[in-house]
T-cell receptor
């Protein structure tokens, strides 16, 4: 069974630009969550989608948004990038039962 | 007070040692407890998943949850150099998918041959 796939693996953007990251969950999983990981703050929850609906949202500004498609693939978008947005962005997928979350390899975003 | 506290280490042990990793938490609503292992430049990998209080064993790994003390532990027996990684505890109040896990900041472990 294929794992969680995130693309691209690495990105370099300049301040003010916007970026879109993609996540394909494990086949059959309908829940996709996004997390930001930085050395200072650790892993922080961004938002979670289930069956194309945002079900939970963390404490991030509105520049961070996401969506989920009918095939459960998800994208997250960050607009007006700031230097502080440099981080590893992780996507996790989960099944309907239980809270096991399986993570992808992440997208490392560097804002310069 | 942060919801989940985890000593960042670093922790350095000789090969074969027993390793003890711990997290404390403040939210009594947490019922689901997980340990993840994260190698450098990789995503977190789920190691152990437990519900409520008690012990769970999987090979060289044992997870313990003490809800009365709001304290969870991961023990690694006969540690190997391949166990060198950052270990993250995570917990959740809700069952149902991958929604809002609250993570500790991780403990960096090095097992020396």
């Amino acid at each position: 069974k294929a794992g969680v796939t995130q693309t691209p693996r690495y990105l370099i953007k300049t301040r003010g630009q916007q970026v879109t990251l993609s996540c394909s969950p494990i086949s059959g999983h309908r829940s996709v969550s996004w997390y930001q990981q930085t050395p200072g703050q650790g892993l922080q929850f961004l938002f979670e989608y289930f069956s194309e609906t945002q079900r939970n949202k963390g404490n991030f500004p509105g520049r961070f948004s996401g969506r989920q498609f009918s095939n459960s693939r998800s994208e997250m978008n960050v607009s007006t990038l700031e230097l502080g947005d440099s981080a590893l962005y992780l996507c996790a997928s989960g099944g309907q039962a239980g809270t096991e979350a399986f993570f992808g390899q992440g997208t490392r975003l560097t804002v310069v | 007070q942060k919801e989940v506290e985890q000593d960042p280490g670093p922790l350095s042990v000789p090969e074969g040692a027993i390793v003890s990793l711990n997290c404390t938490y403040s939210n009594s609503a947490f019922q689901y407890f997980m340990w993840y292992r994260q190698y450098s430049r990789k995503g977190p990998e789920l190691l152990m998943y437990t519900y409520s209080s008690g012990n769970k064993e999987d090979g060289r790994f044992t997870a313990q949850v003490d809800k009365s003390s709001k304290y969870i532990s991961l023990f690694i027996r006969d540690s190997q150099p391949s166990d060198s990684a950052t270990y993250l505890c995570a917990m959740s109040a809700d069952k149902g998918g991958s929604e809002k896990l609250v993570f500790g900041k991780g403990t960096k472990l090095t097992v020396n041959p």
